[in-house]
């Protein structure tokens, strides 16, 4: 069995920021190579593992999606050998002063965000929060050095080594939705010492967090016949709201909304009552922003489903998961997975 701690803090030493995935596709590749019958690489770089199943042939197949992308930054200018910043994905400006980071020019350079002193800022931001516009990063070198080093549109990735705390938490960057990649590991080990009736596709898709590209793609190339969408969601923090977050580390959220197949949702939530799972009803009435609504629209439709996994200060350098609440996902996908039988899909009907 992979040791999920270290491989989740593996994952997330990587940067692979949305789009430019390259860096952490090979970790993932090189744990999922002994779980699975193939590995393949779509055109826009997703890794597809493919189980085989046993059933008879053609038999139907089910996809699971982790993105293994990443927010980060983008280097928009150079000034004076300060970089000027853009976004990658959704960026809290709120926490990047100060924040260690990486800058990845003709060789990677440590870096750190500085902010315009407030008293030069325009007087109706100065005691607001700061545009991302007016941090630069500083790399600790000359003008014409940096020049010399950077380029207008490399990338910028977090620096914060992971942490294990108290209570089985692993803190870090990254961890939306590489704790997904690794829950997702923990399932096809799983299902590798047991039987499964339909084919299993395992896919680390890329570009979530600017484009759902990856599951749009792979949704299309590998046409399943059910999908589920394996990600994170709000976990509750000092000051959330109650009706918009979950808790930290009392089980899963099973999404509901229309972006869910009502009978794959329903079934999900009674096997996690039977297995003892716990979970948190998570209610999504519209587009749910993560991979399950590029799956379920695509070609003429595939059923979907969405799990999330608890996480504090999402969208920052410090991300912070239970690793119960990772092994909980993965166990739950694989015993829905090995229940599967050649008649689930005759039995699937829209009720909402």
């Known amino acids: 069995m992979t040791d999920t701690a270290n491989f989740l803090k593996e994952l997330i030493s990587a940067p ?3 789009g430019y995935e390259s860096a952490v596709r090979p970790l993932v590749e090189k744990v999922w190579r002994p779980l699975t019958d193939e590995l393949s690489v779509s055109k826009l770089g997703s890794l597809h593992g493919f189980q085989r199943g046993t059933g008879p042939e053609p038999r139907q197949s089910i996809l699971v999606a982790a993105h293994m992308d990443a927010i980060g930054l983008m280097v928009s200018a150079i000034v004076d050998g300060f ?13 990047l002063p100060g924040q260690m980071v990486t800058v990845h020019g003709r060789h990677d350079l440590p870096g750190m965000v500085v902010a315009t002193p407030a008293r030069l800022l325009p007087s109706n931001i100065q005691t607001g929060v700061v545009p991302l516009e007016y941090f630069l990063v500083d790399v600790g070198l000359l003008p014409e050095e940096v020049t010399d080093l950077v380029r207008v549109g490399d990338l910028v990735s977090f620096a914060q080594a992971p942490i294990e705390l108290a209570g089985e938490t692993i803190v870090g ?8 990649i690794a829950a997702l590991t923990h399932c096809l080990e799983l299902l590798r010492t047991r039987a499964h009736v339909w084919d299993v596709w395992a896919v680390a898709t890329v570009q979530e967090e600017v484009s759902l590209g990856g599951a749009y793609t792979s949704a299309f ?6 999908a589920i969408a394996l990600d994170v969601t709000f976990a509750s923090s000092p000051g959330s709201p109650g009706h918009l977050t979950v ?12 972006n869910m197949h009502p009978f794959l949702y329903n079934t999900i939530k009674e096997l996690a009552e039977r297995l003892d799972i716990p ?6 009435p519209s587009h749910t922003g993560t991979d399950t609504f590029a799956m379920q629209v695509t070609a003429e439709g595939i059923p979907n489903m969405v799990i999330g996994i608890p996480l504090r200060y999402m969208h920052s350098p410090v991300e912070m998961v239970v690793l119960k609440d990772i092994t909980r996902a993965g166990r739950l996908l694989a015993e829905f997975i090995a229940q599967l039988d050649e008649n689930f899909m005759q039995k699937l009907t829209w009720d909402d």
């Open 83 to 95: 970089l000027r910043l853009t976004s990658i994905g959704g960026i809290d400006a709120r926490i």
């Open 221 to 226: 190339q590998l046409h399943p016949s059910l």
């Open 173 to 180: 960057h990254t961890l939306d939705d590489r704790a997904a």
């Open 247 to 258: 808790p930290l580390g009392k089980g899963l959220s099973l999404v509901w909304g229309p």
């Open 16 to 18: 692979g920021l949305s």
């Open 279 to 284: 979970f948190n009803f998570e209610p999504a």
